[in-house]
C-alpha cells in the first residue's frame, strides 16, 4: 500500500513565484491535513480538511490555499513564495478517529 | 489557546530507561498521541492514551493524568536506534480531529 505520498519531494523556489504541492492518499480517508515544520520545532497546522469539498483553516494558514476536489487528493498552494515559507511540509490523513494519522514522507522546500 | 512543553534534549545510555515528560495546556481533546520522527523522516504513530493511565506497547509506555495536564512517554531498553525527535500531541475533539503537536524532544542515545 502506498499510504500517504506527497509530490515533489525537494523544491527550490524564488521568491513571488507560485507552486502546488500534491498530498495523495489510498487509504479512503476523511480527513486530511497540511503541517508545516521548521527546524528544531514541531509540526504547525496550516490547513485541513473533513471531507471532500470542505476546507478549513489551522494554526498558520497566511500565504497558504488549499483545495480538495476529490477524496484523495488535497493541494496545497503557495500564490506568492516568502522565504518565511521555507520549511519541510507533511500531509497526513486520518480516518477521523482519535488515533490513526499517516504522513506523507515531506516535501522540502527551499523559497531563495 | 493551547500548548504543549517538552524538554527540548535528552541524554541517555544504551540499555537505560529513559522518560519524556508533556505538560499541557488545553482543553477539549481525545487524548494524548506520542510521536517519533527520525532526522529526515516523517513523523510515526508510537501510541495513544484516551484516559488516564498507563499503556504499553513492547519497549515504549506512555502515561497521561488529566487532572495534572500530564503525561509522559517511558523508553525502556534503550536502543542506538532509538536516537530520534519524540513529539506529544493532542487530538482536539471538535469535529476535526486535529493533531496539535509539542515542539519535540530530542533523544540522544549513547553506547
Known amino acids: 500500500n502506498a499510504g500517504v505520498t506527497q509530490t515533489p519531494k525537494f523544491r527550490v523556489l524564488k521568491t513571488g513565484q507560485s507552486m502546488t504541492l500534491l498530498c495523495a492518499q489510498d487509504?479512503?480517508?476523511?480527513?486530511m491535513y497540511w503541517y508545516r515544520q521548521d527546524p528544531g520545532m514541531g509540526l504547525r497546522l496550516i490547513h485541513y480538511s473533513v471531507g471532500e469539498g470542505t476546507t478549513a483553516k489551522g494554526e498558520v494558514p497566511d500565504g497558504y490555499n488549499v483545495s480538495r476536489l476529490k477524496k484523495q487528493n488535497f493541494l496545497l498552494g503557495l500564490e506568492s513564495a516568502a522565504p518565511s515559507q521555507t520549511s519541510v511540509y507533511f500531509c497526513?490523513?486520518?480516518?477521523?478517529?482519535?488515533?490513526?494519522?499517516?504522513f506523507g514522507s515531506g516535501t522540502r522546500l527551499t523559497v531563495v | 489557546g493551547q500548548s504543549l512543553e517538552q524538554p527540548s534534549e535528552v541524554t541517555a545510555v544504551e540499555g537505560a530507561i529513559v522518560q519524556i515528560n508533556c505538560t499541557y495546556q488545553t482543553s477539549g481533546f481525545y487524548g494524548l498521541s506520542w510521536y517519533q520522527q527520525h532526522d529526515g523522516g516523517a513523523p510515526t504513530f508510537l501510541s495513544y492514551n484516551a484516559l488516564d493511565g498507563l499503556e504499553e506497547t513492547g519497549r515504549f509506555s506512555s502515561f497521561l493524568s488529566r487532572s495534572d495536564s500530564y503525561g509522559y512517554l517511558l523508553l525502556q531498553e534503550l536502543q542506538m536506534k532509538d536516537s530520534a525527535s519524540y513529539f506529544c500531541?493532542?487530538?482536539?475533539?471538535?469535529?476535526?480531529?486535529?493533531?496539535?503537536f509539542g515542539s519535540g524532544t530530542r533523544l540522544l542515545v549513547r553506547p
Open positions: 487509504m479512503n480517508h476523511e480527513y
Open positions: 497526513a490523513s486520518s480516518p477521523g478517529t482519535a488515533h490513526g494519522y499517516t
Open positions: 500531541a493532542v487530538i482536539r475533539s471538535d469535529s476535526s480531529y486535529k493533531l496539535i
